[in-house]
């Protein structure tokens, strides 16, 4: 096996949770040689990351937009909601990885290296990365958000769903958006099979993300996402083709699982992002996780210690993911009437606390006493066990 190079770090993968990791590292002085690769560095919009925070955001130079208020509709419950403690926040993928690899070029000891991931493979005190071309890569450990865990048993999901959607990115003739009002769930209370709902972006009055968006087992037809954005562009705004140029185009499918924590592809090589498990299971938020958990693992490794594995969520967590899975798998019915109570009964800063696991148990309760009690009962019964 001819090794191409030795480096103390490879981190492969240069998405969010590998530039991430990079960012730290880089401005934390690690002074180990690193590498980052990816089959691709060049900057695409291709991703429109969002998340709430109720401190200072992370990478806060290139936020592209944030919100205080937001609408929601489901069943016979519309309103406005507004943010107090918290705000929301939305960051461009390409904008990211321009500002990441900017940084980057500013240490010499990162190297970048653009090549398809064959796989990896571990002996005892070393992690080894192959490339498609044959080419081999040795370090101390890897860090990989590029390949499925191979110990990843997927007979023990219980419930596989996936959030689906198609955005687009919609120019208007006209003011037709009001930019300070971010939709975060409008729901099409007739979709089946699945939850589908309306999730709106708007960055200027005349420019705004539409994806529709669907939690279900299977993804949809892409005419069918797009009928229910024309639909709603009509119905909402009165905005016929004409009225509008579409710009670019968003498509995701975002796993929605309980699946087991696999923090390891194997020895010294660590799982990270989204197929390293660290998306919310109920909500498919991963982009707060990943810097919680790739912020923490650098200081570490620049403190000479073992690089800590990401950590599973609290177990109080876990089962209240089990349970809204559970409802989201079985009855589009259920679920909805939980939305409707969750925003009815709680405000939207209860919510986000809670959905990104920062509740204490009183918190924890008013939540969970706010939703009818019938679905989760059966839920409950369902699930007696976390495994
Ligand atoms: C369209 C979309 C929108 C999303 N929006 C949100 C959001 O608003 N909020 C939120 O919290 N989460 C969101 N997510 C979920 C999650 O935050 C993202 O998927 C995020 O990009 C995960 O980061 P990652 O590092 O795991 O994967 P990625 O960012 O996808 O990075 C993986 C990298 O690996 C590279 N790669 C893959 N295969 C190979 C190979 N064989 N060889 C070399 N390189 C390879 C890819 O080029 C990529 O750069 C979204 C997901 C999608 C798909």
Same mark, same amino acid.
């Given at each position: 096996?001819? @090794?191409?190079?030795?480096?103390d +770090?490879? @981190?492969?993968g240069?998405?969010?949770s590998?530039l991430?990791?990079?960012?730290?590292?880089?401005?934390?002085?690690?002074?180990?040689?690193?590498?980052?690769?990816?089959?691709?560095?060049?900057?695409?919009?291709?991703?429109?990351?969002?998340?709430?925070?109720?401190r200072?955001?992370?990478f806060?130079?290139?936020?592209?937009?944030?919100?205080?208020?937001?609408?929601?509709?489901?069943?016979?419950?519309?309103?406005?909601?507004y943010?107090?403690?918290y705000?929301?926040?939305?960051?461009?993928?390409g904008?990211f990885?321009?500002y990441?690899l900017r940084?980057?070029?500013?240490?010499s000891n990162?190297?970048?290296l653009?090549e398809?991931?064959?796989?990896?493979?571990a002996?005892?005190?070393?992690?080894?990365?192959?490339?498609k071309n044959?080419?081999?890569y040795?370090?101390?450990?890897?860090?990989?958000?590029?390949?499925?865990p *191979?110990?990843?048993d997927?007979?023990?999901? *219980?419930y596989?769903?996936?959030?689906?959607?198609? &955005?687009?990115?919609?120019?208007?003739?006209?003011?037709?958006f009001?930019?300070?009002?971010?939709t975060?769930?409008?729901?099409?209370?007739?979709?089946?099979?699945? #939850?589908?709902?309306?999730y709106? +972006?708007?960055?200027a009055?005349n420019?705004? +993300?539409l994806?529709?968006?669907v939690?279900?087992?299977?993804?949809?037809?892409?005419?069918?996402?797009?009928?229910?954005i024309?639909?709603?562009?009509?119905?909402?705004?009165?905005?016929d083709?004409?009225?509008y140029?579409?710009?670019?185009?968003?498509?995701?499918?975002?796993?929605?699982?309980?699946?087991?924590?696999?923090?390891?592809?194997?020895?010294?090589?660590?799982?990270?992002?989204? #197929?390293?498990?660290?998306t919310?299971?109920?909500t &498919?938020?991963?982009?707060?996780?990943?810097?919680?958990?790739?912020?923490?693992?650098?200081?570490?490794?620049?403190?000479?210690?073992?690089?800590?594995?990401?950590?599973?969520?609290?177990?109080?967590?876990?089962?209240y993911d +089990?349970?809204?899975l559970?409802?989201?798998?079985?009855s589009?019915?259920?679920?909805l009437r939980?939305?409707?109570?969750?925003?009815?009964?709680n405000?939207?800063?209860?919510?986000?606390?809670?959905?990104?696991e920062?509740?204490?148990?009183i918190?924890?309760?008013?939540?969970?006493?706010?939703?009818?009690?019938?679905?989760?009962f059966?839920a409950?019964?369902?699930?007696?066990?976390?495994?």
């Open positions: 096996m001819k @090794i191409e190079a030795k480096y +770090l490879i @981190i492969a240069g998405g969010l590998g991430s990791l990079a960012w730290y590292l880089a401005r934390g002085g690690y002074q180990g040689e690193v590498l980052v690769v990816d089959s691709t560095f060049a900057p695409h919009n291709d991703k429109t990351w969002c998340f709430w925070t109720n200072e955001p992370p806060k130079e290139i936020i592209y937009k944030r919100w205080k208020k937001t609408w929601v509709s489901v069943l016979d419950y519309s309103t406005f909601r943010l107090n403690e705000t929301y926040h939305c960051i461009r993928s904008d990885r321009e990441v940084e980057l070029k500013k240490h990162f190297d970048l653009e398809n991931i064959l796989d990896f493979s002996n005892k005190n070393k992690a080894v990365l192959l490339t044959g080419d081999t040795l370090a101390n450990y890897i860090f990989q958000s590029v390949l499925k *191979k110990n990843l997927r007979s023990q999901i *219980k596989q769903l996936i959030q689906h959607f198609l &955005g687009w990115e919609v120019h208007t003739h006209e003011s037709m009001d930019p300070e009002t971010f975060i769930m409008d729901f099409d209370n007739e979709f089946s099979p699945g #939850v589908g709902f309306m709106v +972006l708007p960055y009055d420019k705004a +993300l994806e529709f968006t939690f279900s087992k299977e993804p949809l037809d892409k005419k069918r996402y797009k009928q229910k024309r639909h709603y562009l009509y119905h909402n705004y009165g905005l083709k004409e009225h140029e579409i710009g670019r185009k968003e498509y995701g499918e975002i796993p929605m699982e309980d699946r087991p924590h696999v923090p390891f592809y194997e020895n010294n090589i660590i799982n990270l992002g989204a #197929v390293g498990g660290q919310k299971p109920s &498919g938020y991963t982009f707060t996780r990943i810097q919680d958990y790739t912020q923490k693992l650098a200081q570490n490794i620049i403190q000479g210690k073992d690089p800590i594995p990401p950590q599973p969520s609290k177990f109080k967590y876990r089962y +089990l349970l809204l559970h409802i989201l798998a079985n589009t019915e259920e679920s939980v939305f409707r109570s969750l925003y009815k009964k405000s939207l800063d209860e919510l986000f606390r809670f959905l990104g920062d509740s204490s148990f918190q924890d309760l008013k939540i969970m006493s706010s939703v009818p009690y019938t679905p989760f059966k409950i019964g369902n699930n007696l066990r976390l495994r």
